[in-house]
């Protein structure tokens, strides 16, 4: 399979944990997205990354997130003491390389956060 | 700041049918507009795009209009069949937002026998 794959599909936690999410992106792109998607809306961009290079971050993005991509390959991003507005959809995307608007997503990670 | 609407937000069609989704923007520089089909369970994918410098772009049942000066484009989808059954999303590159990829709000399409 050469999609792009995250990693849990599912993810309950209980509130105050850390927890963490990896994305794999289709082999040579090298730009890498994170979104996230309640239920009923569009995904919400998070952060991307340009190779190993963070470029930008959303507002949304609280002290608590960090998304890494140490070697310009995969990804992981990190929500730390983990609270019940946080449970949502994360979905990670790549795309290639001069092409970026077109986003190849993963099937995403579902949050549970008890 | 710089969105993306969307409507209808649930449209049901018989089969056979066409479905018409439509997205406004506000952003009169944004020059790239995606449509993407979301099943349960399973992320976005991209289904069709267009440029602002095209008007329309078709792929078999499948076309995008788009008109600028009215700033809005519309995704058709003809002899609609039940796999189409899907939540649609348009998007769009804001360049108020950043090299990113805004999404509007999703319209739940149920193609109906």
């Known amino acids: 399979d050469t999609g792009v794959s995250q990693n849990p599909r599912h993810k309950i936690t209980k509130r105050g944990q850390n927890v963490t999410f990896r994305c794999d992106p289709i082999?040579?792109?090298?730009?890498l997205y994170w979104y996230r998607q309640t239920l009923g809306q569009g995904p919400e961009f998070l952060t991307y990354?340009?190779?190993?290079?963070?470029?930008?971050k959303s507002r949304l993005l609280s002290d608590r997130f960090s998304a890494e991509r140490p070697k310009g390959s995969f990804s992981t991003l990190e929500i730390q003491r983990t609270e019940q507005g946080d449970s949502a959809m994360y979905l990670c995307?790549?795309?290639?390389?001069?092409?970026?608007?077109?986003?190849?997503f993963g099937s995403g990670t579902q949050l549970s956060v008890l | 700041g710089e969105n993306v609407e969307q409507h209808p937000s649930t449209l049901s069609v018989q089969e056979g049918d066409s479905a018409v989704i439509k997205c406004t923007y506000s952003?009169?520089?944004?020059?790239?507009f995606p449509w993407y089909k979301q099943e349960l369970g399973k992320g976005p994918q991209l289904i069709i795009d267009?440029?602002?410098?095209?008007g329309e772009k078709k792929d078999q049942r499948i076309a995008v209009t788009l008109n600028k000066t009215a700033k809005h484009f519309s995704l058709h989808i003809t002899e609609t069949q039940p796999e189409d059954s899907a939540v649609y999303f348009c998007?769009?590159?804001?360049?108020?937002?950043?090299?990113?990829?805004?999404f509007g709000t999703g319209t739940q399409l149920k193609v109906e026998l």
């Open positions: 995307a790549s795309s290639p390389t001069g092409i970026g608007e077109k986003l190849f």
């Open positions: 082999s040579e792109h090298n730009r």
């Open positions: 990354f340009q190779n190993e290079a963070q470029l930008e």
């Open positions: 952003d009169s520089a944004s020059n790239y």
């Open positions: 267009i440029r602002s410098n095209v």
């Open positions: 998007a769009g590159i804001l360049t108020g937002g950043g090299n990113k990829l805004t």
